[in-house]
Structures are given as structure tokens and as C-alpha cells.
């Protein structure tokens, strides 16, 4: 028993037929269910059409009987004066309280009204103004040509009596209908009462009333039910055709709200199913309708033999298709899985041996076998041949990628996509002072790397933002995403490039230019303050010739050691030695003092320099000397370039910021221009006559007030256009800001 239960649970032929075999008996259960289902879907769906068909026509021949009652009533209330046997005309009868008329006058129309098969009726009553029976005809069960009359007896309690003898009218008129029971008799009534008019004067009324019983029996044999129920409003039981179970058939509080929340009686009908006598039968509800109004609800019932008899004849055909279906299935699944099997098992018996280092065995089979097992075989054989190369290529091409990455001198470093390093090179391990045996850091951000912000390389151009220092070494870190070519990412590689001895060659260079800046300015210094006293007239007269000499040497030492200054400048940026100092300050201060350096040399060009700026400002939060120094970087810049007009400073408060503006009328900036002028060594002409011009820079003073700028934690920029001057603008964070002016760094954490 072991041995079978585990041939079944290895051998694959087992394992193709047993789920083809469940699956093909259940789909052939499934289908045959389904078709079944539909068999009896489609005959209870006849039964219920048929069911809810009867129900409507007992609605409908409860409203034709009313319609009957109420031209019976027409009939009696307009009946005229029959002298033949001495009856006066009804109205009149109740007009004058003729009793005896009355039912002299009545009678005929009771007994022609038992008669008709439209009216069936069972008793006429007529009562006068005080709301007592005038007259009472009723027939007695079971009897159609004798009546009997009752005693007069008070309706005046009623709730159709004041709305009859007061003549009230509603949307459908004066006459009203019901199920009444009177006070002197246990039987329900299907009635309808009218006024009895003399003119505009009501006089009287009648009351024309079926038995219910009676007329639910005569219903339930014309539409061919088994029987019919009538329920008041909140589901109780009022009378049906099951006798004394009648009253159990109740209705629960969600079936009465189902019913009473459908908008049309015919449009939803209810179907339940209950035991009657020990017969299923099946029940429809609708509400049921008096006069327009529902009054209750309305329940039909057929009995389900007749769909009970179709499941149990079609039962025994289904399982007995169903397990010829199963036998058959199962015979020829063992048949088809068996020649599926044999050569598969070939192929399993070469693949465990190549698994286990026969590299030369291949799938034999006979040449009988030309399908797609045997296509699969072929291919097979081909497949591990390409293989066996591939893995002698794969092999080959790792070991040496593996020594290429060795022999780099860089540091590579490689991490997955969660940021774990996986591998690292010999010039990693450098770097880091590991041995070879040394467990390698975790994550990228492990790294001993400290970022450099100061004194490092980037005179001649801008600053390098991804250096850092490891230990004694410099490096620049680099990190991009490794991705195949579908873009799926695989990790991240690093790369740590040494860059101590660039870094070191930078920062000899730096100092060397500052100590040779603050040399040349010394001299500089004694020349201009030379051609001062000798413009001045100290040394001596001077003729015109000599003066055009001395101011040429004083305005070329001003621009030679606004020059150096800027220099001086640069190599403190780069070197570190020039430090912020960050407190709030009124911002007029430096603005004025900046002015006051330069206006001089704008009012020698010609040009009108004006300032609007308000009185009250709030403080911002800066370095005086950083802001004098960016204002007379751009209002030299504006000086340079513009010819004639006007140079304005405007101070404008912002919610956020101060913002600071230097606006010119010069020759404007091209927009391809407007982030490249911040750089080191970019002039804005772009041509020779910029390098020959008396006005030339060497383009650093833009480039100092960025950086500058981006000290004190705000921003620079420009807006122009040639031809129409430039705005130069820089923010100043306030005073009760405590956020900390941004450095720009590299983060570390690109790979994690």
C-alpha cells in the first residue's frame, strides 16, 4: 500500500493523469450541473412567470370587482321611481326617510345582484344621515335566491361614515372602498360605499360588500392557484384558502419591507417556499391594492410538484453520465500519459547524469520518436553542448574582468540595490588599510569619508563638490547605478579616485597666487597713492600732457589692484582662510558703504547712480564685509558694462527672503549666458574687444559674489536682455531665521 501511494506520488504519469482525471470529472460534474441547473432554473423560471402571471391576475380581478361594485352603486344610487311596484325613487327614500320604500326600492337590485356573475353579491346595506342601517340585505351562505335582513345598527364609528355623509372627496373622488368587518357579524367584507345625492345634498349612503372568503375561493379557481393569502400592513395574517393553517403563515419584518419598498406592485415580485399540510408550495407577494391605496399585501400559492418532479427524473441520467465520463476519461489519461512518460524519463536519466559530471552523456531515443518529445530531446543535447562552452567562456571572461578590476588603481566598490557592499578591489582595501583577511565595511555611508569643503582643487574652474577626505588620502567619490538592458537595476558601483597629490599641487598653487598677490599689491598701493599726490599738485605744477600721463598710471593701478584684490579674494575661498560671520545686521550699512568705494568711478563714466531702498527694513542675518563685497562686485560689474543711463539699487522685501537688486541700462546678457557668467574667468562679451577693452576683468567678480552669496545661505541670479539692460539680484535670509546657510556636499548615501 506504501509502494503504490508513492508510485503515485513520483511517477509523473500518475502525476499527468490523476489532476487530468479530477479536473475532467469535475469539469464533466460542473458541466452537467450547470446544465441540470439550467434545466431547473428554466422550469422554476416558468413556475415563478406562471406564479406571478396568476398573482396579477388576482389583483386584477380584485380591481374589476371593484370597478363592478361601484357601477353596481351607481346603478341603485340613481335608480328612479318604479311605480309597478310601488318603489319610489331611491334618493328620494332617504331624502324623506321612507324606510319601507327604500327597501321596497332596494330589494330588486339586491336579488339581480346575487345573480350577476360581475357583481357576486352578498349584501347591500343602506344607512341614513345619523349613520344607522336604513336597510340590510344579506344572502346566506351557500343560498342564491333567499336573503335575509338584519337589525339597524349603528356605522356612525365606522371610518368611512363622515367622509361619506360629509361628502368628502379625494384625488379618486367620493365613493371609497375596504375590507370591513361589521360590528354585528364575523365575517370580512370586500366593500365599497357611495353617497346618495339629492342635488348637491348628501342624504344618505350605501354599501355594496362581498364576502372575502367567498370571492377569494372563486378567484383561486379562475387563475388556477392552490391558493391565496391577504396580510394586513405589518405581515399578519387577515384571511386566506388554507383554513386554520392560514394564520401561521406570517410574513418576518424584512419581507414586508421588501415588499413595501417596491415601487410597482408587478415590477418585483417575492417568492418564498414553505410546508403546508406537509406540501411544499411556493408563495408570491405583492402588495395588495384597494382603491388605488395599498392596504395590506397580497400572497399567491401553487404547489412545487411539479419542479420537484423534473429534478428527480433528470438526477439518476446525470450520475450515471458522469461516471461513464469519469471511466473513460481515466482509461484513455493512462493510455496518453504513458507514452508521454517513457521517452521523458530518458530525459530525466541524461540530466541527473550530467548533473553529476557526466558531461558526455546525451538523450537517447529511438527514431520512432519524431514529435515534440523528441524535438525536445535533439534540442536538449544541443543545449547542454552550448552550455558546457558557454560555462568554459563565462569562466574565462570572469577571471579576467576579475583581474581587470584587481589591476585598476582606483577603488571600485559594489553594492546591491540595497546599498550592501558585495565586493571590493586591492586598491579599495589600500585606501582603507585592510588586509586581505579584514572583513570589508557594510554599507557605502561605513566608509571613514569626511567631505571637503575648503581647499580643494577647482581655481581654474569650479569647485569639485564630490571630494573627501580618507585618512591622509584625498579622493573623489563617484557612484553610479548598474542596470541591464532592459533597465533593470542590479546595484551600484563606486569608484575612489586618489586625488592627494592633485589636491596638495592645488593648494601650492593657491598659496603661491596669494603670496604673490599680496606682494604686487603692496607696490601697487605706493604707485597709486604716487599718482594721487601728483595729481594732486603736491610734487609740483603739472602741464596737460603730464596730467593725461599721471591719471593714465593712477586709473590702470586701480583696475591692477581691483585685479589682485579679487585674486586675494579667491585664494582665501579656495584656501579656507576667510571665514563669515554671521549676526543680524541692518542691511543700509554695507550697501552705503559699497556706494560710497564706487561711486567715484561711475560718476567719472558719466552715469546717474540711484537707490531705492526703504527706510525700515527688517535686519537680515550676514556678514558685513561679505555683503560690501558682493554690492561692489555688482555695481562694478554694472559700471563696466554701461555706456550711459542709469544704475539703480533697490532693497525689496520678500516673505521669505531679502532680496537685493543692481539694475543697469547696458547692453544686456544673452539668455544662453545667464548661469555662465557666475563662473570663474567668463566675461560677458564673449569677444576680443571684451580683452582690449580699458574696462577688461579677468571675469572673477561675479564668480566671488556667488560664492559669497551662497555662504550667507541665499541665492543669485540675473534677468536680461540684450539690448535692455540687466537686473543683478542676490537674497539675504532675516535675522529670526534659524535655519543654517546650505553648503553644497556630496552625500555619501547615493547607493543606500
Known sequence: MRRLIGELRTQLKYQIIGPFLILAIVVAVVGLSIVAFFIAR???????????????????????????????????????????????????????????????????????????????????????????????????PQASD???????FDLSGAWFTPKVLNGESDSRGDKYAGLIQFSNTQTLYLATIAPVRVDTEVVG?????????????????????????????????????????????????????????????????????????????????????????????????????????TWADISPVLLMITLGLGAGIAILGLWVARRITRPLEELTNTANAIVNGDLQRRVQLSTATQNEIGVLAQNFNRMTEYLIKLLAQVRAEAGQRAAIVE?????????????????????????????????????????????????????????????FALGDAFIRLSVAPVKEENGTLLGYVAVLQDLTEEVMVDRAKTNFIGTI???????????????????????????????????????????????????????????????????????????????WQVQSQIKAKGLQLEIAIPKKLPTVLADVDHVRTIMIQLLDNARR???????????????????????????????????????????????????????????????????????????????????????????????DDSASPEKPATRVESAA
Open 42 to 140: 428554466q422550469q422554476q423560471d416558468r413556475f415563478d412567470n406562471e406564479l406571478a402571471a396568476a398573482t396579477r391576475t388576482v389583483s386584477d380581478a380584485f380591481l374589476a370587482q371593484e370597478q363592478a361594485n361601484l357601477d353596481f352603486l351607481r346603478e341603485v344610487a340613481f335608480a328612479q321611481r318604479n311605480d309597478s311596484i310601488g318603489a319610489p325613487a331611491v334618493a328620494e327614500a332617504f331624502r324623506t326617510n321612507d324606510v319601507a320604500g327604500l327597501r321596497i326600492a332596494l330589494e330588486p337590485f339586491f336579488l339581480q345582484g346575487t345573480r350577476r356573475s360581475d357583481v357576486r353579491l352578498d349584501r347591500l346595506i343602506a344607512f341614513g344621515r345619523d349613520g344607522r342601517t336604513i336597510a340590510d340585505f344579506e344572502r346566506p
Open 205 to 309: 349612503g350605501l354599501i355594496v360588500a362581498i364576502r372575502l372568503d367567498g370571492l377569494l375561493n372563486t378567484i383561486v379557481q379562475q387563475a388556477r392557484l392552490d391558493g391565496i393569502v391577504i396580510y394586513d400592513q405589518n405581515g399578519k395574517v387577515i384571511t386566506g384558502t388554507f383554513g386554520n393553517i392560514t394564520p401561521t403563515l406570517t410574513l418576518n419584518a424584512d419581507q414586508v419591507a421588501r415588499i413595501k419598498a417596491n415601487p410597482d406592485p408587478f415590477g418585483q415580485t417575492l417568492f418564498t417556499v414553505q410546508i403546508v399540510n406537509g406540501t411544499e408550495y411556493q408563495f408570491a407577494y405583492v402588495p395588495f391594492t384597494i382603491r388605488g391605496s395599498r392596504v395590506g399585501i397580497l400572497a399567491t400559492a401553487r404547489a412545487r410538484e411539479e419542479v420537484l418532479t
Open 407 to 467: 589591476s585598476i588603481t582606483d577603488g571600485i566598490i559594489f553594492t546591491d540595490i540595497h546599498g550592501e557592499i558585495r565586493s571590493i578591489n586591492r586598491a579599495t582595501r589600500r585606501l582603507l588599510g585592510l588586509d586581505d583577511d579584514d572583513p570589508i565595511p557594510r554599507r557605502l555611508s561605513d566608509l571613514p569619508l569626511q567631505p571637503l569643503q575648503e581647499g580643494i582643487p577647482g581655481f581654474g574652474d569650479q569647485r569639485a563638490q564630490d571630494l
Open 641 to 735: 558694462y554701461t555706456n550711459a543711463g542709469t544704475i539703480t539699487i533697490r532693497a525689496i522685501p520678500q516673505p521669505d527672503m531679502m532680496r537685493i537688486e543692481v539694475s543697469d541700462t547696458g547692453r544686456g546678457i544673452p539668455p544662453h549666458m545667464h548661469e555662465q557668467i557666475f563662473e570663474r574667468f567668463i566675461r560677458g562679451e564673449g569677444t576680443s574687444e571684451g580683452i582690449n577693452s580699458s574696462e577688461r576683468g579677468i571675469g572673477l567678480g561675479l564668480a566671488i559674489a556667488k560664492q559669497l552669496v551662497e555662504r550667507l545661505g541665499g541665492t543669485i541670479g540675473v534677468e536680461s536682455t540684450p539690448g535692455q539692460g540687466s537686473t543683478f539680484f542676490f537674497t539675504l535670509r532675516y535675522a
Open 517 to 595: 598677490s599680496h606682494e604686487l599689491r603692496t607696490p601697487l598701493t605706493v604707485i597709486r597713492g604716487n599718482a594721487d599726490l601728483l595729481l594732486r599738485g603736491l610734487a609740483g605744477p603739472l602741464d596737460e600732457e603730464q596730467k593725461s600721463f599721471v591719471e593714465s598710471i593712477r586709473l590702470h593701478a586701480n583696475n591692477m589692484t581691483n585685479l589682485i584684490s579679487n585674486v586675494i579674494t579667491i585664494a582665501n575661498l579656495d584656501s579656507g582662510s576667510l571665514k563669515s560671520n554671521l549676526e543680524p545686521i541692518e542691511v543700509r550699512r554695507p550697501i552705503e558703504d559699497a556706494v
Open 146 to 152: 333567499t336573503y335575509i335582513t338584519h337589525d339597524s
